[in-house]
């Protein structure tokens, strides 16, 4: 795969997620430039990745062969006025942001070769879970080149565009959901006598052969959830599952184009 510049415009913590995965997996590239309107972003991104090139503007940064567009949705427009006229036939756009579709992209960027991803931030241990979509005009030639780029990151695979929103919900922003339970559960078992290391060790081995038996056995999810008799926290099960469906619904609707 030839090797190509790289440049990101954000300097936030998915650009430092790609930037640790490419280093995990040793990837080479002809450059690696960043672009931040925060100066302590771009320092303190420097200091941790000092093979990058820092930039002073954003039309410097969309001049390179693939260019990632890491910011939030509500400046991304604007954004792509300012860097319209830097862009050609020949650049990579990826952008990593829900809501802002292709459509309205390739309507200010003179190019046939736009991209989304929705990225995960297990990305940066290079077991991300992150789908993407691509732009009609582009060939298949094109496109395997970006999945052979991207699948250092982890699983990178192509859907419809119009399910990106929906993988932000149940990808990219599931871990949030669960993290900080699986810390509290870590702390509450130091309490019970277990060591740390203990706890950690329970934890993810009970939550992996958990998942397969969801996912892999085949039973059907009341069967599963029967298997266990004595639930701890059933009686908060409904308060739960209201708090999923009230707050992943609002923020579907707020994040959907």
Known sequence: MKTKSLGFI?????????????????????????????????????????FIQILDTTSEAAKKDVVFLALHPPVIMETLEKIKTSVTEKTIFISLAPKITIVKMAAILPINQIIRLIPSATSVINHGYNPVSFSSGMSEIQKWYILEMLNLLGHTFETAEEKLEGYALLSA????????????????????????????????????????????????????????????????????????????????QKIKP
């Not at 490419?22 to 771009?42: G, Q, R, Y």
């Not at 081995?205 to 999810?221: H, V």
């Open 173 to 252: 922003m599931l871990p949030t959901y669960f993290w900080f339970q699986w810390n509290e559960l870590e702390t509450i078992g130091t309490e019970f006598g277990l060591s740390n290391a203990e706890c950690r060790e329970s934890i993810y081995e009970t939550l992996n052969a958990a998942l397969n038996t969801m996912y892999r056995s085949g039973m059907k999810p009341t069967e599963i959830m029967d298997l266990i008799p004595v639930k701890p926290i059933a009686e908060n099960e409904d308060h739960i599952k209201g708090i999923y469906r009230e707050k992943l619904t609002a923020l579907f």
């Open 10 to 50: 954000g300097g936030g913590r998915i650009t430092g997620i790609f930037l640790q995965a490419f280093v995990n997996k040793k990837a080479i590239f002809e450059s690696i430039s960043v672009f931040d309107t925060n100066l302590e972003t771009l320092q303190a991104l420097k200091l941790k990745f000092p």
